[in-house]
């Protein structure tokens, strides 16, 4: 065992907050990411025992929020957000994200029990797909304006942000890249997403 590698946890709760990203439009469900991260967990000692999903294709920072109080959702003792895609899709006012998101973030807090075990996934840049191909840049240009506002967000409460973004312009539409829709991520692309989160998820553990 690795120095610092957490000890053995078990019957943990995971609650993964969200949008399409999140519950995985178009894969299976072992192959969204949240499942995926769970099941690499275990491999360090970390028992996942059930996975919660709060997310809806379409939905923006407000659908989560109704989501959350109409689910309403006990203590977990692992809590992920990435959020913000459909209100840049839906072109509402960035000032409403702002302040929502804000809300949400404090929610996954409250929801952990501790802004220790809380983690933050920036937006996919959905403009280098077949779907976005009418204006690629601009679109990029508006997923890094969220991404910039989250990523400050978290870091002014010390919070993980993981830059996924990356990933997903590296692989844009390429083979294999794409779920059937040629929109959302694969289930291979969802791996190289958890392959990013899992070590900032095993430090939170560590801690």
Not at 61 to 80: C, M, Q, W, Y
Not at 157 to 165: A, G, V
Not at 173 to 193: F, I, K, V
């Amino acid at each position: 065992m690795e120095e610092n590698e957490p000890t053995q946890l078990e019957n943990l709760e995971y609650l993964a907050l969200g949008d399409s990203y999140t519950i995985g439009e178009g894969v299976d469900e072992v192959l969204r990411w949240p499942n995926q991260l769970a099941k690499k967990l275990e491999g360090v000692n970390i028992e996942v025992k059930k996975v919660e999903i709060i997310a809806k294709t379409g939905w923006t920072t407000r659908d989560l929020l109704n989501g959350i109080e109409a689910r309403s959702p006990g203590k977990h003792d692992l809590v992920s957000l990435l959020i913000g895609v459909n209100n840049q899709y839906q072109k509402r006012p960035f000032e409403q994200f702002e302040n929502e998101f804000s809300v949400l973030l404090n929610q996954a807090i409250e929801l952990a029990g501790s802004k220790e075990k809380v983690f933050v996934v920036s937006i996919p840049d959905y403009g280098v797909t077949p779907f976005g191909s009418g204006d690629p840049e601009g679109i990029g240009k508006e997923i890094d304006r969220y991404n910039a506002h989250v990523a400050t967000t978290c870091e002014s409460m010390e919070i993980p942000f993981i830059d996924i973004t990356g990933i997903s312009r590296e692989l844009g539409a390429s083979e294999g890249a794409l779920a059937a829709d040629r929109l959302h991520p694969s289930g291979a692309q969802y791996t190289q997403w958890t392959e990013a989160i899992l070590p900032v998820v095993i430090d939170l553990f560590r801690k």
